[in-house]
């Protein structure tokens, strides 16, 4: 046992060493010792890396650009014009039976090639309130099974003692606006189909789901459903449940698939039944075509060339500077105990 405890006492063994120790196992990854590329920034390098991002984010910067201005957009805004002169409370009209047709025209100033994108725009209008958001059930939009998974869709969930389908504020508020196109004597057929994201017709919205006691309520929302249709093909439904992150937005309403030409009148018949005037929203049509980069938003495009502008004025300063008051590098005149040799 003695000669047991010695060589125990002894014992050079690096295992029962490292079982006496907090010290981790060695490697290269923990100790950070793996090989790295670390790179002298030297003014060459600086210079031309600043160089190499404005090379190429101008281009970039202005093709984004030109694309944006090719797109040819119609807005129209619609909420004001379409009240009648003599109504004082906007509330009570368009909350009442009365007809609310309304009748505009657009003016085609340029060029369209189909297919054209018909939006509605709504200002002010909240999508992303938290209580708003949370009003639905995907499990009741996906499975006929679980039509009665309302207790999310709060104070959208029954009506008369029944489950809505589909329940909750998001569905109930559907827009209900309509437009009719006339060129001439001639109608414009908007086609609906499409519009909506295939991944949510699909997944989201069940087949064999189908609208029941939708919109019977005490309180009317916004647009009734067909209940012969199943959710999956009702696609402004779909377009709608989809909300917006932002206060102002588009949806797509339909697209127009024969070219409008320039000096083209469009006559719009449009029901204004959507209650804005509550909350003092704001409604516009928008008709517009698109480019290689989609609808018309020149921010991108001011984005990549504000970039590649600053780097284009950097490297042309540091390019001065480098010229001007060269310095050489690794210079140990600059080090701060050389630059005070009193070491203060």
């Given at each position: 046992m003695a000669s047991s405890s010695a060589a125990g006492a002894g014992s050079t063994d690096p295992t029962a060493a490292r079982r006496n120790t907090k010290r981790p196992k060695y490697s290269k990854f923990t100790q950070q010792e793996l090989p790295a590329c670390k790179p002298i920034l030297t003014p060459r390098a600086?210079?031309?890396?600043?160089?190499?991002?404005?090379?190429?984010?101008v281009p970039i910067g202005v093709a984004a650009l030109i694309a944006s201005r090719k797109v040819v957009e119609i807005v129209y805004r619609y909420e004001s014009k379409c009240i009648p002169s003599n109504v004082t409370d906007r509330v009570a009209y368009i909350q009442s039976s009365a007809d609310k047709t309304c009748r505009i025209?657009?003016?085609?100033?340029?060029?369209?090639?189909?297919?054209?994108?018909?939006?509605?725009?709504?200002?002010?209008?909240?999508?992303?309130?938290?209580?708003?958001?949370?009003?639905?059930?995907?499990e009741q939009l996906?499975?006929?099974?679980?039509?009665?998974?309302?207790?999310?869709?709060?104070?959208?969930?029954?009506?008369?003692?029944?489950?809505?389908?589909?329940?909750?504020?998001i569905a109930w508020s559907l827009f209900n606006d309509t437009y009719s196109f006339f060129r001439g004597n001639k109608n414009l057929t908007v086609n609906k189909k499409g519009i909506s994201w295939?991944?949510?017709?699909?997944?989201?919205?069940?087949?064999?789901?189908?609208?029941k006691n939708f919109q019977n309520s005490s309180i009317r929302g916004g647009a009734s459903l067909n209940e012969s249709i199943p959710l999956s093909e009702q696609e402004d439904l779909i377009v709608w449940m989809r909300t917006a992150a932002l206060p102002t937005f588009r949806k797509l309403y339909g697209k127009i698939e024969v070219d409008?030409?320039?000096?083209?009148?469009?006559?719009?018949?449009?029901?204004?039944?959507?209650?804005t005037y509550s909350f003092s929203g704001r409604k516009k049509l928008v008709l517009s075509t698109t480019s290689w980069l989609g609808g018309k938003n020149d921010f991108l495009g001011i984005a990549y060339l504000t970039v590649g502008g600053l780097c284009f004025f950097l490297a042309l300063a540091f390019t001065i500077v480098y010229f001007v008051k060269p310095r050489q590098l690794g210079d140990p005149s600059y080090l701060s105990w050389n630059r005070n040799p009193g070491g203060h």
């Amino acid at each position: 046992m003695a000669s047991s405890s010695a060589a125990g006492a002894g014992s050079t063994d690096p295992t029962a060493a490292r079982r006496n120790t907090k010290r981790p196992k060695y490697s290269k990854f923990t100790q950070q010792e793996l090989p790295a590329c670390k790179p002298i920034l030297t003014p060459r390098a600086v210079i031309s890396a600043f160089l190499l991002v404005s090379v190429v984010f101008v281009p970039i910067g202005v093709a984004a650009l030109i694309a944006s201005r090719k797109v040819v957009e119609i807005v129209y805004r619609y909420e004001s014009k379409c009240i009648p002169s003599n109504v004082t409370d906007r509330v009570a009209y368009i909350q009442s039976s009365a007809d609310k047709t309304c009748r505009i025209s657009l003016d085609v100033t340029k060029h369209m090639k189909s297919p054209i994108y018909v939006y509605y725009q709504l200002d002010n209008f909240y999508q992303n309130h938290r209580r708003y958001v949370k009003s639905r059930s995907d499990e009741q939009l996906r499975d006929r099974s679980e039509e009665g998974s309302t207790s999310a869709c709060k104070p959208e969930d029954t009506a008369n003692g029944k489950p809505i389908v589909p329940c909750g504020l998001i569905a109930w508020s559907l827009f209900n606006d309509t437009y009719s196109f006339f060129r001439g004597n001639k109608n414009l057929t908007v086609n609906k189909k499409g519009i909506s994201w295939k991944s949510d017709r699909e997944h989201k919205f069940g087949k064999d789901v189908f609208p029941k006691n939708f919109q019977n309520s005490s309180i009317r929302g916004g647009a009734s459903l067909n209940e012969s249709i199943p959710l999956s093909e009702q696609e402004d439904l779909i377009v709608w449940m989809r909300t917006a992150a932002l206060p102002t937005f588009r949806k797509l309403y339909g697209k127009i698939e024969v070219d409008l030409n320039e000096g083209d009148t469009i006559n719009v018949t449009l029901q204004n039944n959507y209650n804005t005037y509550s909350f003092s929203g704001r409604k516009k049509l928008v008709l517009s075509t698109t480019s290689w980069l989609g609808g018309k938003n020149d921010f991108l495009g001011i984005a990549y060339l504000t970039v590649g502008g600053l780097c284009f004025f950097l490297a042309l300063a540091f390019t001065i500077v480098y010229f001007v008051k060269p310095r050489q590098l690794g210079d140990p005149s600059y080090l701060s105990w050389n630059r005070n040799p009193g070491g203060h």
